[in-house]
Nanobody
Framework: QVQLVESGGGLVQAGGSLRLSCAAS????????TAWFRQAPGKERAFVAA????????VYPDSVKGRFTISRDNAKNTVYLQMNSLKPEDTAVYYC?????????????????WGQGTQVTVSS
């Protein structure tokens, strides 16, 4: 079993930056593909970024490409999301998710472990 705990959310002005962290328990986390998703009020959950177990591969949707960077430190069992040039439309609850696989890419249903989420609010 893997437990995920997100942190680093908060209130920031448009154009600002935040760094989210996802701390994981469990020795096998370093072998899992990990991703960030977000959900804004009244909207469906949306994919934000994913990183392979080794950190050698990443993928982003166009909405955040060039502004967000996902990274991981397997020695610390932690995945990060650096968010720059934030926009009001980035406001959402951000969730970390892990898929117990080394496959790439990973489909949504393969993400078995989810955190509780951290709120990010970007003011205009």
């Amino acid at each position: 079993q893997v437990q995920l705990v997100e942190s680093g959310g908060g209130l920031v002005q448009a154009g600002g930056s935040l760094r989210l962290s996802c701390a994981a328990s469990g020795r096998t986390f370093s072998m899992y593909t990990t991703a960030w998703f977000r959900q804004a009020p009244g909207k469906e959950r949306a994919f934000v970024a994913a990183i392979s177990w080794s950190g050698s591969r990443t993928v982003y949707p166009d909405s955040v490409k060039g502004r967000f960077t996902i990274s991981r430190d397997n020695a610390k069992n932690t995945v990060y999301l650096q968010m720059n040039s934030l926009k009001p439309e980035d406001t959402a609850v951000y969730y970390c998710a892990a898929a117990p696989t080394r496959s790439w890419p990973v489909l949504l249903h393969e993400y078995k472990y989810w955190g509780q989420g951290t709120q990010v609010t970007v003011s205009s």
